[in-house]
């Protein structure tokens, strides 16, 4: 019981010593009339140049120190802070998404789809294979057919696919006569009783601002020692017959696997949709073909100044060697998609789901020691991704309510997100890099607000390590993994098991690269 009265009367001190510091510094408060930091800042959210300037107080403004965070384009931010005596600071930050911008009417091409050899022809022939299917196709397209002279059909023997360039194939010259960006060579002997036909097929790509196709040219030798058969031969017309062979299927398989993405359904509604672009196909010899693509955007309403920033093309990773299919996404295209989550509502929808504002209001501290409550947060403009040394930050600038006491005021949230990309067992992680918060006085006036709170969640950002690179790995399932990729009128389907990402940068541009393990499947 003594114990007991002993704590009690500890605590009474305890609480009499706080009770008179507050009551000193309240006398302290009302003597000193220092100037707080407050910057009116009445910029647009978006604006084709930096357009950022804050009015600040004259009695303060020599002491003030101006930052700039990001530099355009992207989500810049400008930050005025001040050093008061005590040692402590105060910082206001405001956001603006900065141009150039995309143009939702142009087909601008941001990303590329690049099938490797490994998926053209490993060299098995086995059905996960573009040639394994075209064995098949052609297999079912000859069946029954009899030539007078060479017999009926047998098989397709020694059929071999390969990305080309038609200066390591001379003797294609003169049938192939000209392909720009390079082609698929194939090559096989068409089996018949009497006759084996050797056939080559160069399918020369062709695109165009809405599909892709393939120009099929062939070359077939039928050569026979009768000389009245040959001469029939010759009238029939081997490249004729061979063209004739793999007109209707041979390409089928290759224009599914390098068609830009098929769309993808948001939850709560809202497309994601890729497109062709006016960027033309990159084919490595015996390595890779890619074909570049995409992402179609609009405008928004309440403001169609906001657009995602524009960069231009970016560098990009080779496919590796063990990959079937590689994703090659440059910052134009994330941004594009990031933009594009935003304006349909996804974010917020995800945002609100995540229950951050509920994990905080029921934070045992929060509720123990703190009136303050917040709401759900809502994206004032959309994430923009930016390169930071060898890998990428995305950035975001939110609003809250904060509620306290009855008095609500709109919170200003910048957070940054880093990503680094390792390759090892965890190939990408993700950590806490940038938190702030303002408070708004009126929408331009912006003072700064709860900065000790703010500053100790940003201490504990290593908590969040863990969270947010799981999160960031069930994002990456979702997207790729199991995804099934195919085409009504083929008898196979693309189906891809598993994501590995990589990052190359430059100063100011990035690509984000996605190694995929890949294969076709026949339909169920």
């Known amino acids: 019981m003594r114990a007991a009265s002993g704590a009690a009367l500890g605590i009474a001190i305890g609480i009499s010593i706080v009770g008179a510091h507050v009551a000193g510094f309240a006398l302290l ?38 930052a700039l965070a990001q530099e355009p384009p992207g989500l810049a931010r400008r930050t005025w802070s001040v050093r008061y005596r005590g040692g402590y600071t105060r910082a206001i930050g405001a956001s603006q998404l900065v141009g150039p911008f995309q143009d939702p009417a142009a087909r601008t ?29 052609l297999d079912a397209e000859l069946a029954g057919e009899s030539f007078w002279a060479i017999g009926d059909f047998v098989r397709v023997d020694k059929l071999a696919l390969r990305w080309a360039q038609l200066a390591a194939h001379p003797e294609d010259a003169r049938f192939v006569k000209a392909a720009p960006h390079g082609y698929v060579r194939a090559t096989a002997t068409i089996v018949f009783d009497r006759v084996g036909v050797p056939l080559v097929v160069a399918l020369i790509p062709e695109v165009t601002a809405t599909e892709v196709r393939f120009v099929i040219v062939a070359r077939a030798e039928l050569q026979f020692g009768n000389k009245f058969v040959q001469w029939l031969s010759d009238k029939l017309g081997g490249d004729k017959l061979a063209t004739r062979f793999t007109r209707r299927q041979i390409d089928d398989g290759l224009i599914t696997a390098l068609a830009p ?25 015996g390595v890779s073909g890619a074909l570049p693509f995409g992402v179609a955007i609009g405008r928004v309403d309440r403001d169609p100044a906001i657009l995602p920033p524009l960069r231009g093309p970016a560098p990009h990773q080779p496919i590796a060697q063990a990959a079937a299919l590689a994703i090659d996404l440059d910052l134009d295209a994330l941004n594009a998609l990031l933009y594009e989550l935003w304006r349909s509502g996804y974010l ?23 009136s303050v409550r917040i709401s759900p947060p809502r994206l004032a403009l ?14 975001a600038d939110a609003r809250i309510a904060i509620a306290d006491r009855g008095l609500t005021t709109v919170g200003r949230v910048w957070g940054g997100l880093d990503f680094s990309f390792t390759g090892g067992l965890e190939p990408a ?96």
């Open 382 to 395: 959309p994430p923009v991704i930016a390169p930071r040394g060898v890998g990428l930050r995305l950035a």
């Open 29 to 66: 408060a009302a003597r000193c009339h220092g100037t707080e930091l407050v910057v009116d800042v009445p910029a647009p959210l978006a604006s084709p140049q930096l357009a950022l300037d804050g009015t600040l107080p004259a009695a303060i403004a020599p002491r003030v120190t101006t």
């Open 429 to 524: 992680a993700v950590d806490l890099g940038a938190l702030e918060l303002s408070c708004e006085r009126t929408p331009s006036v912006l003072v700064p607000c709860y900065a000790d709170l703010v500053a100790a969640i940003r201490d504990r950002g290593a908590d969040f390590h863990g969270e947010l690179t799981q999160t960031f790995a069930t994002l990456l399932t979702d997207i790729f993994v199991e995804r099934r990729v195919s085409d009504s009128q083929l008898p196979a389907e693309l189906v891809i098991r598993r994501a590995t990402p990589s990052v190359i940068t430059t100063a100011s541009n990035a690509s984000l690269h996605f190694d995929l393990d890949a294969s076709l499947v026949a339909k169920p």
């Open 348 to 370: 917020d929808r995800r945002l609100a789901e995540a229950g951050l504002d509920r994990r905080f209001n029921i934070d045992p501290i929060v509720t123990a020691f703190l």
């Open 109 to 137: 091409c941001s990303g590329r789809v690049v099938v490797g050899q490994r998926l053209l022809d490993d060299g098995t022939g086995g059905p996960g294979t573009v040639a394994g299917q075209m064995r098949q196709a």
């Open 261 to 285: 993405p098929p769309p993808f359904e948001l939850p709560g509604g809202g497309t994601i949709t890729f497109t062709y672009c006016t960027g033309v196909p990159e084919i490595v010899e």
